[in-house]
DNA sequence: GTTCGCCAAACTGTCGACAGTCGACAGATT
DNA sequence: AATCTGTCGACTGTCGACAGTTTGGCGAAC
């Protein structure tokens, strides 16, 4: 495995598709605010500096743009995805949509095993929310919740989730910072287990709603002082 | 001027690029069977018979993948989507679940003006329905669906739809008809229009909950007759 | 008759190049 | 001084070509 963060070094990259790998290098440059939001990217100058012709680096481009990190303007080229406060709003909304019906529809068949594996994530995310690796705690907030909308047994349904990740990972880069209170992340999560545990639909929802907004609330702001 | 950009009355200057013009190309003959699912599609074939190069048959097939209209196997190429019964319901469970909630941010701000709106397509797809035109009649429908989300007032929520829609045309193709009765696709739609009107979001959701019901019974059970 | 291995054909991934188009800048004009 | 216009540079859209891989078929071995 080479380094990670250049691609094109001294050594020519093999094997693995490159598309892949400038994708991932443009998604890791968008998340840690490498590339300013709004930015222009050039197609030729990407290639030139990873070293690779244009046709990977096109592909990667619209893979990200399907993705939401990019926006692309015909014959201008790709600029990188500036988020508003609607935006923000939309997305969290969206966030909610989705994760409301998977809890419905996860509470109507939960068991012991689901209950387990989701008890251990919220372990993890414990063990992880003490240390300041900031990323791997959105990450693991991230499992968690996927883990929900998957147990939910809907393929679709996890893939609509899977589209707005990218988009949340990018909102929650750009405050720069997850929340502030590591034990708030730990509760609110056991509130959610506890909801799906009860077997009741209407807690489910409050406790999903609460959670999602409690987020939400918190990213919006964010951006509302990253702006002004 | 009442036109700046545009020649005479509507005549805009747009030049399709070619990639566009191919992924219409594709939907249209996916859409219409003409290319089986699960059948193999060969970049240079469709390059040689559509007279461009590779390069935008490429970019149209990566577009049609993130519309989930084809898949890509690595060094293998693209393959026409194939629907089975399960990844059916998923979609029309998601379809459920974003309507629901545009249902539910709807009926809180609904007026006049989105109510006449919305009565003006019901009626343009009243009188679609009498008609024999099948795919005019899809396209109607999804119309008055996609109007509902957008007076939503979520963009993003709307792009989620609009992703799913691809796929709806997809396996609504794929049964080849769409409702029987011409009556019930009205009447099922003035039940939704009653239901917002109302201002209540019981009513509201029961609508919802049977209309894609329906739609789900039908296909699922048309695409049952299908493989069978 | 079946299975394995090899070979040729076709295909995808990637590359460099060309042409048309867009935006910026300097010069001309009012 | 402000605005319009012509030119220039840079970039995207598109193309044809090459290399490595996959595929399907044919023949040999069991």
Chains 1, 2 share one sequence.
């Not at 409301?100 to 008890?119: I, N, P, Q, S, T």
């Not at 690796?133 to 893939?159: C, Q």
């Not at 909801?195 to 709603?209: H, Y």
Request: charged share 30%; glycine share 6%.
């Amino acid at each position: 495995m080479s380094s990670s963060n250049a691609i094109g070094d001294s050594t020519v990259i093999q094997q693995r598709n490159l598309v892949e790998q400038v994708a991932d290098y443009l998604t890791q440059a968008i998340i840690s605010q490498k590339f300013a939001p709004g930015e222009r990217l050039s197609e030729v100058q990407l290639a030139r500096d990873l070293g690779v012709s244009r046709a990977p680096v096109r592909e990667a481009a619209r893979l990200l743009e399907s993705r939401g990190l990019l926006v692309s303007q015909p014959r201008r080229g790709f600029f990188v995805r500036a988020l508003d406060a609607a935006e923000l709003n939309d997305i969290f909304d969206l966030r909610l949509c989705l994760e409301r019906h998977a809890m419905a529809r996860l509470v109507g068949d939960f068991d012991a095993d689901k209950e387990g594996a989701l008890r251990r994530q919220v372990e993890v995310m414990c063990e992880v929310a003490a240390g300041d690796n900031e990323s791997r705690k959105i990450e693991e907030d991230l499992v968690f919740h996927r883990m929900v909308i998957a147990f939910a047994g809907n393929r679709r349904l996890l893939k609509a989730f899977d589209d707005i990740t990218h988009e949340l990972r990018l909102c929650i880069a750009l405050i720069g910072k997850t929340h502030a209170d590591p034990d708030s992340i730990s509760t609110s999560h056991w509130l959610l287990l506890d909801a799906l545990a009860s077997g009741e639909p209407g807690r489910c929802r409050e406790a999903i709603d609460y959670h999602i907004g409690v987020a939400r609330d918190y990213v919006v702001q964010g951006i509302g002082e990253t702006v002004a």
